[in-house]
């Protein structure tokens, strides 16, 4: 049954957007405006102080001793190559190729983050020789989760997005391989130490623009066909974002690619676009970079923030651009002026897959990261902390609108909307008895549809008496309401959906956390919003609440939040957090992460703290049912039922 009109699907992307155009537009607005460098320097502080509160703790710890090995040496014509494996974070071993030149001596060092794909595709072999070949000394890695050596349990959208749950950001791993290739970099008796360069496409140009703000060691770097406009590629354009791209709360301070290479500043900075990029518009480069020479500017720099645009390119690491990347670590790392060897595609030689590899050990991934920071956790929370980790505004209902139906038996099936503003609606089906006061109210929250659970006879017909003459016991009047992406306002699909890493609700779920939310916590407001409204009309008596499936998570928290419902049933729920990072993937992805779960609370641990609780089927985040270990998280007193059918069990709520 349909309630609202046909632009539903829109609602809940458009009122995301709308919170977060509104304030990454004021910040944008204030540090353009900015004029002077004082006054650059005092926002730049804070803006970085975000910009790192992003990264676990464990990013900031550096090694007492650099732990590598070398793996394979071979040689070439024009350079060579050795294999290396360096710990970078414990366990994880970076798998590093280090071409070398021909001849003996000591040169500068360039770090080159791999893209989304493997250090062994010629887009990456190709750029290392040409700077090889013009004096230097440059280091290739693999990114984990893609096409390289770190596959399993680093899928990083689906393993990604869990670094958020965890509080351990996956950017955390892309960033810190780079910096411990220059820690390896710093043993080497051929590298000038403490001068490094940076260059890498796409992922690797992000990670090139993280890490050179980071370590004060990159003297200069050059990033490629990395950078757009995040309110024109991810929010108008709706396109899905990687993961580890944005950190938490970074778009609410709008820390976008443009804020990133204004933190550089004044460093030396080459930023690289292909004229015929097929993923990134290269004009939006070209715009961002107005505003960022204006910040050199500050520093009287700005020949220092410079632009390459290679008119017969796309989205790759040609070698126009690193002959033009040469020139540029020529001048600033070799202080000369001299633009280095030219190169054809003649020129280059292969080299065999198997010669790059360097067999790292995969015990240690995304995912074995983010169920270890689950481990051993002791947490302490109140009522007040969780509201205030959940409401940053509260919502309220404004208006409610109603059409009844014609009498069916003794009830009447009410189409309602619950209006919080002209976008922000939530439409709901209503079961009402006919001339009888009923004063009990069901509020249901389902995963799929406001309506599938009454059909034929379904639990929520049951209970509010549908087919009966007479009110019967402990007969309630049903409220079923779709909560944003559920039901009429489930995102609607879009053109990047054909992509297979691209879906609607994974961009508004990233969207969320970067803004420092989350949809749990969105859907949290509005069945807080609703409770509110319902208690204060004053018509029932008793509320009860009950979710299923990906609603039950909002239910639970905010039966928690508002501590007044008379009965709290779940169905199908996830048994905590923690299971979450366990099955990847799973149908609770990605709307169900909350950040940094292990150290604010865990699912049970609220159910614990809910008087007359009921779980039915609750389950690990595979979706199958581990009765052993679920008696464990649960106290005794809370109710839990294990049932094939749902039905015969909850018409009794």
Same mark, same amino acid.
């Given at each position: 049954?349909?309630?609202?009109?046909?632009?539903?699907?829109?609602?809940?992307?458009?009122?995301?957007?709308?919170?977060?155009?509104?304030?990454?537009?004021?910040?944008?607005?204030?540090?353009?405006?900015?004029?002077?460098?004082?006054?650059?320097?005092?926002?730049?502080?804070?803006?970085? &102080?975000?910009?790192?509160?992003?990264?676990?703790?464990?990013?900031?710890?550096?090694?007492?001793?650099?732990?590598?090995?070398?793996?394979?040496?071979?040689?070439?014509?024009?350079?060579?190559?050795?294999?290396?494996?360096?710990?970078?974070?414990?366990?994880?071993?970076?798998?590093?190729?280090?071409?070398?030149?021909?001849?003996?001596?000591?040169?500068?060092?360039?770090?080159?983050?791999?893209?989304?794909?493997?250090?062994?595709?010629?887009?990456?072999?190709? %750029?290392?020789?040409?700077?090889?070949?013009?004096?230097? #000394?440059?280091?290739?890695?693999?990114?984990?989760?893609?096409?390289?050596?770190?596959?399993?349990?680093?899928?990083?959208?689906?393993?990604?997005?869990?670094?958020?749950?965890?509080?351990?950001?996956?950017?955390?791993?892309?960033?810190?391989?780079?910096?411990?290739?220059?820690?390896?970099?710093?043993?080497?008796?051929?590298?000038?130490?403490?001068?490094?360069?940076?260059?890498?496409?796409?992922?690797?140009?992000?990670?090139?623009?993280?890490?050179?703000?980071?370590?004060?060691?990159?003297?200069?770097?050059?990033?490629?066909?990395?950078?757009?406009?995040?309110?024109?590629?991810?929010?108008?354009?709706?396109?899905?974002?990687?993961?580890?791209?944005?950190?938490?709360?970074?778009?609410?301070?709008?820390?976008?690619?443009?804020?990133?290479?204004?933190?550089?500043?004044?460093?030396?900075?080459?930023?690289?676009?292909?004229?015929?990029?097929?993923?990134?518009?290269?004009?939006?480069?070209?715009?961002?970079?107005?505003?960022?020479?204006?910040?050199?500017?500050?520093?009287?720099?700005?020949?220092?923030?410079?632009?390459?645009?290679?008119?017969?390119?796309?989205?790759?690491? &040609? =070698?126009?651009? #690193?002959?033009?990347?040469?020139?540029?670590? /020529?001048?600033?790392?070799?202080?000369?002026?001299?633009?280095?060897?030219?190169?054809?595609?003649?020129?280059?030689?292969?080299?065999?897959?198997?010669?790059?590899?360097?067999?790292?050990?995969?015990?240690?991934?995304?995912?074995?990261?983010?169920?270890?920071?689950? +481990?051993?956790?002791?947490?302490?929370?109140?009522?007040?902390?969780?509201?205030?980790?959940?409401?940053?505004?509260?919502?309220?209902?404004?208006?409610? +609108?109603?059409?009844? %139906?014609?009498?069916?038996?003794?009830?009447?099936?009410?189409?309602?909307?619950?209006?919080?503003?002209?976008?922000?609606?939530?439409?709901?089906?209503?079961?009402?008895?006919?001339?009888?006061?009923?004063?009990?109210?069901?509020?249901?929250?389902?995963?799929?549809?406001?309506?599938?659970?009454?059909?034929?006879?379904?639990?929520?017909?049951?209970?509010?008496?549908?087919?009966?003459?007479?009110?019967?016991?402990?007969?309630?009047?049903?409220? &079923?309401?779709?909560?944003?992406?559920?039901?009429?306002?489930?995102?609607?699909?879009?053109?990047?959906?054909?992509?297979?890493?691209?879906?609607?609700?994974? /961009?508004?779920?990233?969207?969320?956390?970067?803004?420092?939310?989350?949809?749990?916590?969105?859907?949290?407001?509005?069945?807080?919003?609703?409770?509110?409204?319902?208690?204060?009309?004053?018509?029932?008596?008793?509320?009860?609440?009950?979710?299923?499936?990906?609603?039950?998570?909002?239910?639970?928290?905010?039966?928690?939040?508002?501590?007044?419902?008379?009965?709290?049933?779940?169905?199908?729920?996830?048994?905590?957090?923690?299971?979450?990072?366990?099955?990847?993937?799973?149908?609770?992805?990605?709307?169900?992460?909350?950040?940094?779960?292990?150290?604010?609370?865990?699912?049970?641990? =609220?159910?614990?703290?809910?008087? /007359?609780?009921?779980?039915?089927?609750?389950?690990?985040?595979?979706?199958?049912?581990?009765?052993?270990?679920?008696?464990?998280?649960?106290?005794?007193?809370?109710?839990?039922?294990?049932?094939?059918?749902?039905? &015969?069990?909850?018409?009794?709520?």
């Amino acid at each position: 049954m349909h309630v609202l009109d046909t632009a539903s699907h829109h609602y809940f992307k458009n009122n995301v957007k709308k919170q977060i155009y509104k304030v990454f537009y004021e910040e944008i607005e204030k540090r353009r405006n900015i004029e002077e460098l004082d006054e650059w320097l005092q926002y730049k502080e804070k803006i970085m &102080s975000v910009f790192k509160n992003a990264f676990p703790d464990e990013f900031f710890v550096k090694p007492e001793k650099l732990n590598y090995k070398k793996v394979s040496f071979f040689e070439f014509d024009t350079f060579n190559i050795e294999n290396v494996l360096i710990e970078s974070i414990t366990g994880w071993f970076v798998n590093a190729t280090v071409y070398l030149p021909k001849e003996k001596g000591k040169y500068h060092g360039i770090v080159c983050p791999t893209g989304h794909s493997s250090k062994t595709f010629d887009n990456y072999t190709r %750029s290392n020789q040409v700077l090889a070949r013009n004096g230097y #000394i440059s280091i290739s890695f693999d990114p984990p989760g893609m096409k390289g050596e770190h596959q399993e349990g680093n899928d990083h959208f689906t393993d990604g997005v869990l670094g958020f749950l965890s509080g351990f950001w996956t950017n955390t791993f892309f960033i810190l391989d780079a910096i411990r290739c220059i820690d390896y970099l710093e043993t080497r008796d051929d590298v000038i130490k403490g001068e490094y360069g940076m260059t890498g496409i796409s992922g690797g140009g992000t990670s090139t623009i993280y890490a050179s703000v980071l370590d004060e060691r990159i003297k200069a770097c050059a990033p490629v066909c990395c950078v757009s406009n995040a309110l024109h590629h991810i929010l108008e354009e709706n396109y899905t974002s990687c993961p580890e791209t944005a950190g938490f709360e970074y778009h609410k301070y709008a820390l976008d690619s443009e804020m990133l290479l204004n933190l550089l500043a004044p460093k030396p900075l080459l930023l690289v676009g292909g004229e015929k990029d097929e993923v990134l518009d290269y004009k939006l480069a070209v715009k961002s970079m107005e505003y960022v020479k204006k910040t050199y500017s500050l520093y009287e720099k700005q020949e220092n923030a410079q632009y390459f645009m290679d008119s017969l390119s796309g989205h790759e690491y &040609s =070698l126009d651009m #690193i002959c033009e990347v040469t020139a540029f670590f /020529n001048r600033y790392l070799k202080k000369q002026e001299k633009r280095g060897l030219s190169f054809m595609l003649s020129d280059m030689e292969s080299i065999e897959r198997e010669k790059l590899l360097c067999h790292p050990v995969e015990s240690t991934s995304f995912r074995s990261k983010n169920q270890e920071m689950f +481990t051993g956790k002791k947490r302490i929370f109140t009522k007040d902390d969780v509201k205030n980790w959940i409401f940053r505004e509260p919502l309220q209902i404004r208006k409610v +609108t109603e059409e009844a %139906s014609a009498p069916k038996w003794a009830h009447t099936i009410n189409k309602r909307i619950y209006e919080i503003n002209e976008t922000h609606k939530l439409p709901a089906i209503a079961l009402k008895r006919i001339n009888e006061k009923i004063e009990d109210v069901l509020l249901f929250f389902t995963d799929d549809n406001k309506w599938t659970h009454y059909l034929n006879e379904g639990f929520l017909s049951k209970a509010g008496g549908y087919l009966n003459r007479q009110p019967v016991k402990n007969e309630k009047q049903v409220i &079923s309401v779709d909560l944003s992406g559920f039901g009429e306002l489930e995102l609607e699909g879009d053109g990047y959906d054909l992509s297979g890493w691209c879906t609607q609700l994974r /961009n508004i779920s990233y969207e969320l956390l970067y803004s420092g939310s989350s949809v749990i916590e969105f859907r949290v407001r509005e069945i807080m919003a609703l409770l509110e409204y319902i208690e204060k009309t004053g018509e029932f008596q008793n509320i009860y609440m009950a979710g299923k499936g990906n609603a039950s998570i909002p239910v639970l928290i905010a039966s928690y939040i508002y501590g007044k419902c008379k009965q709290t049933t779940l169905i199908d729920m996830p048994v905590s957090f923690e299971t979450l990072t366990h099955f990847v993937p799973n149908r609770y992805l990605p709307d169900c992460v909350m950040y940094d779960a292990p150290n604010r609370f865990e699912l049970y641990e =609220l159910a614990n703290n809910i008087d /007359n609780i009921r779980l039915i089927n609750p389950r690990n985040g595979d979706f199958t049912i581990n009765t052993e270990s679920i008696n464990k998280l649960f106290r005794s007193s809370t109710l839990i039922e294990y049932i094939k059918e749902c039905a &015969s069990s909850v018409r009794r709520i």
